[in-house]
């Protein structure tokens, strides 16, 4: 069993930045591959990034260029940074995990980013 604990959310400028933390308990992160999703109100969650456990990563089209994702294995912890932020990027966002062999998932329950003038 894997829990999940997002923070970092908050309310900023557009244009600005926010680094989101993802920390894992219960298990290491090594045999976990992770993302980040979102969802803005009245829409579905939607893919935002990855990490695979030999650290490759994989984008959305929209946040390329823009947000950066890592993992440090001896933290147990997930970050995104976010530069260069958009009213449109507004949404809670939430951690996955998922186990590389079984592929059984755990979900954090999410952080708000809020980004307005």
């Known amino acids: 069993q894997v829990q999940l604990v997002e923070s970092g959310g908050g309310l900023v400028q557009p244009g600005g930045s926010l680094r989101l933390s993802c920390v894992a308990s219960g298990s290491a992160m090594g045999p976990y591959h992770f993302g980040w999703y979102r969802q803005a109100p009245g829409t579905s969650r939607e893919f935002v990034v990855s990490i695979s456990m030999y650290s490759s990563t994989n984008y959305a089209d929209s946040v390329k260029g823009r947000f950066t994702i890592s993992r440090d294995n001896a933290k147990n912890t997930m970050y995104l940074q976010m530069n260069s932020l958009k009213p449109e990027d507004t949404a809670d966002y939430y951690c996955?995990?998922?186990?590389?062999?079984?592929?059984?998932?755990?979900w954090g329950k999410g952080t708000l980013v809020t980004v307005s003038s």
């Open positions: 996955k995990a998922t186990h590389h062999r079984s592929g059984i998932q755990y």
